[in-house]
């Protein structure tokens, strides 16, 4: 099984709602991350787990607000966010996290802020 | 600091012509190179990699070479077709602080017509 699963496929929320993206896999990865994709650009990283310790906050605004429950499961729980938040959030895990490990994307969140 | 330069998009071929979507990379020593494709609508799958110079990466007919000495890994088809239609992005693993993560280039956008 190579797939990493996100829900839900589609969120609509608005600016004072409070919901949350769930990532999910079952390869034995032990390294997870949260991207966000704006329109016809590349992904932008937001946040990197490794053996369930964040290891890397890109600056991330504190509405955006990441936990790894287990090894196979990611969330992101959002809050008070704005109309410019409005993307696709792509969930990714690796092997681990070295130079040569690839990274199996999920097909997204298409995340819409009203 | 590490970066990732790709061609201007979008392409467009016809059926069967010959594909070279140009990838050059700025990086202090001798990262990973990836190339990822996606489809409309889609996460980001990954299509082939090279992890050392002169190392060639190939899936699906498509192919492309660690370069040290030009810093590039364009990416080559020798016969596209339609389903080929996609977003190409050129990636190296960049490292942080112990921890891994992708530099992207800014994507081309690639058209097949019959």
């Known amino acids: 099984d190579t797939e990493v699963t996100q829900t839900p496929k589609h969120l609509v929320m608005g600016m004072t709602n409070k919901k949350s993206l769930k990532c999910e896999q079952h390869?034995?990865?032990?390294?997870m991350y949260w991207y966000k994709q704006k329109a016809k650009k590349p992904p932008e990283l937001m946040f990197v787990y490794s053996y369930e310790k964040l290891s890397i906050n890109e600056s991330v605004p504190s509405r955006f607000s990441p936990e790894c429950p287990n090894s196979s499961l990611l969330n992101l729980h959002l809050h008070a966010l704005q109309p410019e938040d409005s993307a696709l959030y792509l969930c990714a895990s690796s092997q681990v996290s070295s130079g040569d490990s690839e990274q199996y994307f999920g097909p997204g969140t298409r995340l819409t802020v009203t | 600091g590490n970066s990732v330069t790709q061609m201007e998009g979008p392409v467009t071929l016809s059926e069967e012509a010959f594909l070279t979507i140009n990838c050059t990379y700025t990086a202090t020593g001798y990262p990973s190179l990836f190339w990822y494709v996606q489809y409309p609508g889609e996460g980001l799958q990954l299509l082939l990699k090279a992890t050392k110079a002169d190392d060639k990466g190939s899936n699906k007919g498509f192919e492309a070479t660690y370069r040290k000495e030009t810093t590039s890994f364009h990416l080559e088809k020798g016969s596209v077709q339609v389903s080929d239609s996609a977003v190409y992005f050129c990636a190296l693993s960049d490292r942080t602080s112990g921890t891994y993560k992708y530099i992207f280039g800014t994507g081309t956008r690639l058209k097949v017509l019959a």
């Open positions: 390869m034995g990865h032990r390294a």
